[in-house]
């Protein structure tokens, strides 16, 4: 690294958990390069920050000790890390290659085994934590990959973590964080079937959720969505969809591995339905509306 705790980074992929993140690291001191598919979200990013911008993922991580990713799925990740313009292509032999995309198990494993090929270090590393999380720099950081390589890359992700940890060798991070969205989507459904309920009931939800959420059914999503939830107010964070892309990773990975997910299935059909009804883009909390 450059300095103390200083390091040259690029960042690919802006936006909403990236923009944030990229933010942070600039904030820190890091020497930041940012790429984004859309310019004009670079150009917003350097508005509001000290750094660069590159034209295609490869200029941005010429040079670069860590480059940073969180863009959409896994075609999105295979296209900034290879071919021509990906980041392989130019990063430095020893530089280390950091993946907060949510993506599945297998293309996580199948790049990490190009980048060992090319000399160049793979740790995926998918946030929880959602917008707030990011924005405020209190994402939960769950780890895959060679424990040198994440020992070197942690420093770097300090600068946007509330809790960072290595869980395991490469895919263990997005395993991690299947059983992260799991929780969620299980979670969530129970706590729009309380609301919805309480609602029917004729309860004051805020004053119920106020008793409850100090006993054995609070949760992060209660405290920080029910006011919300109540007020039909969706636009705050992870979308819908999103969520049913992480879900099928989920339900893909459990046929893989022989596991059972009936709860998470179920779920993933309750969030298509939220879909049918126009609410792909609001956020998770919006599956209390097919229960209206």
């Not at 129970?190 to 106020?210: H, I, N, R, W």
Request: hydrophobic share 45%; charged share 20%; aromatic share 6%.
């Amino acid at each position: 690294m450059q300095g103390t705790n200083m390091a040259k980074v690029a960042f690919l992929g802006l936006g909403v958990m990236g923009a944030p993140m990229a933010g942070h690291l600039a904030a820190k001191g890091h020497e930041v390069t940012v790429y984004n598919r859309s310019p004009a979200k670079a150009e917003a990013w350097l508005s509001r920050h000290i750094g660069q911008v590159a034209a295609t993922p490869a200029k941005a991580a010429k040079g670069a000790e860590f480059v940073m990713a969180c863009v959409g799925d896994d075609d999105d990740l295979r296209q900034v890390c290879t071919g021509p313009e990906g980041a392989f292509s130019a990063m430095s032999p020893g530089a280390v290659f950091v993946d907060h995309t949510t993506v599945s198990a297998r293309i996580t494993r199948k790049l990490a085994a190009q980048a060992a090929t090319a000399g160049l270090a793979f740790v995926d590393a998918p946030v929880s934590g959602g917008q707030a999380g990011a924005e405020n720099g209190q994402l939960s950081i769950m780890c895959g990959g060679d424990p040198a390589d994440y020992a070197r890359a942690e420093p770097v992700m300090a600068a946007y973590a509330r809790i960072c940890r290595l869980i395991g060798p490469s895919g263990a991070g997005q395993l991690a964080k299947m059983m992260n969205q799991i929780c969620i989507a299980g979670l969530m459904q129970g706590l729009s079937e309380a609301l919805a309920f309480g609602q029917k009931a004729g309860l004051d939800g805020e004053k119920v959720v106020e008793v409850i959420s100090q006993g054995a059914a609070g949760s992060w999503q209660m405290v920080n969505r029910h006011k919300t939830m109540l007020k039909d107010e969706f636009d705050f964070g992870f979308a819908v969809d999103w969520m049913r892309k992480d879900l099928g990773i989920c339900l893909d990975t459990a046929d893989e591995i022989g596991a059972r997910l009936p709860v998470t299935a179920l779920v993933d059909q309750f969030y298509k339905d939220v879909q049918l009804i126009g609410g792909g883009r609001g956020d998770t909390s919006s599956l209390i509306r097919r229960l209206r």
